[in-house]
């Protein structure tokens, strides 16, 4: 099987996170050209990959490379893209996958026409102990889930001067910038959304424009919730990257950090069927330990390369990664206003065509 050549366009940081993962993806990929605005930077990475191309204008890679990764501001997402896909390139984008939803439309319908791969890299989807958790709720192994919730309590602050700093060529705040996995994660577990809200502040973060701090909450169309905490402003942890599933039978915790999977149960009496309060603590069981740590990106990766050679539609592909924006766009907008926002529509499985599901709103409006 001949291995599939790889560009890697810009070198930061988010690119170096994936670079750990390389070795691990090289039966499928090798890295041939690597590309930043800062050569040395570009040279680099060439060097940790084994790559003999690197330049500093994208342009450049293009007659090396099969497919290409873009780890880049996020303003820039849509003109890289569209110059690979319209050089007949497979893409995958960091998240989020562009700023605007006409930029998303327009590389939607350029890798459709083009019969090209198109895919977001929102490698939380991938994770085994993620995988095992979206089977876990499919089959009710626990029950029905009535609430899910995610916490991600970071420290972020960019050196000033930072392209992320401005709202504009980020697209939002910490919620477009990050948030965005967690209603990529609650879409695809939890169906079809409703309603629902979002609040944000950078009380706490001042060196970010929008919002460092972000409440967000939805209701589904079968009555269950989800909620999203986020901030960039943590200056202490405890529940770090921690995710929770409430359901009819039990509870299930993830912590991504340990890459453990814990089942909660039998917090009330089996046989009495008592009334149980928080001072009778429920029994924890692990029943997953993930076999690797970090990011673990590899897994993307390895479905990327799966799409481009047997033509399969990407998990976290365009049509998907939209919805999850429109949410985001929706929610901010309805921010904005004081409502609630209408979500309907706008799950992953549904008709991302339909003009209903369309928003006018993006990050260029804050």
């Given at each position: 099987?001949?291995?599939l050549?790889?560009?890697?366009v810009g ?39 084994g790559a ?109 001067g930072?392209w ?8 939002g ?21 409703v ?15 929008q ?20 901030t960039?402003g ?14 009819t039978?039990?509870m ?5 950090g ?69 949410v ?7 921010e ?5 926002a ?11 065509r ?9 990050g260029?409006d804050?």
């Open positions: 099987m001949e291995k050549r790889l560009g890697v070198c930061g940081g988010i690119a170096s996170t994936h670079a750990k993962g390389f070795s691990e993806i090289s039966d499928d990929f090798v890295v041939t050209a690597t590309c930043d605005i800062h050569l040395d930077r570009a040279k680099a990475a060439a060097e940790a990959a003999k191309v690197a330049v500093t204008d994208y342009r450049d890679m293009t007659d090396h490379v099969d497919c290409i990764l873009a780890s880049l501001p996020h303003d820039l997402h849509y003109e890289v893209g569209m110059h690979f896909l319209n050089h007949g390139k497979h893409v995958m984008l960091e998240k989020p996958m562009c700023n605007t939803e006409a930029q998303a439309l327009d590389l939607i319908a350029t890798a459709e026409r083009n019969g090209l791969i198109l895919m977001t890299a929102y490698h939380n989807r991938y994770r085994p102990a993620m995988q095992l958790i979206k089977r876990l709720i499919d089959e009710k192994k626990y029950g029905d889930v009535f609430q899910m919730s995610f916490w991600t309590e970071q420290y972020t602050k960019y050196a000033q930072h992320a700093l401005d709202s504009k060529r980020l697209g705040g910490q919620f477009f910038s990050h948030g965005c996995h967690y209603i990529d994660l609650l879409l695809w577990l939890m169906g079809k959304p309603s629902g809200f979002h609040l944000g502040t950078n009380f706490g973060t001042p060196w970010m424009e919002e460092g701090t972000s409440n967000a909450s939805i209701q589904f169309e079968n009555g269950a919730l989800g909620y999203h905490f986020g960039w943590a200056r202490g942890t405890r529940l770090g990257w921690s995710m929770h599933v409430h359901c039978e039990g299930l915790e993830y912590r991504r340990e890459g453990k999977l814990f089942l909660h149960h039998r917090i009330v009496g089996e046989t009495r069927g008592e009334t149980a309060n928080q001072s009778r603590p429920s029994q924890l069981e692990l029943i997953y330990e993930e076999p690797g740590s970090g990011k673990m990106t590899q897994f993307q990766f390895l479905h990327f390369a799966d799409c481009i050679r047997n033509g399969k539609a990407p998990l976290t592909g365009g049509p998907s990664s939209l919805q999850g924006l429109r985001i766009w929706r929610l901010y907008e309805a904005k206003k004081h409502t609630m209408d979500l309907r529509g706008l799950g992953v499985e549904e008709d991302w339909d003009p209903r599901a369309t928003t006018t709103f993006s260029l804050l």
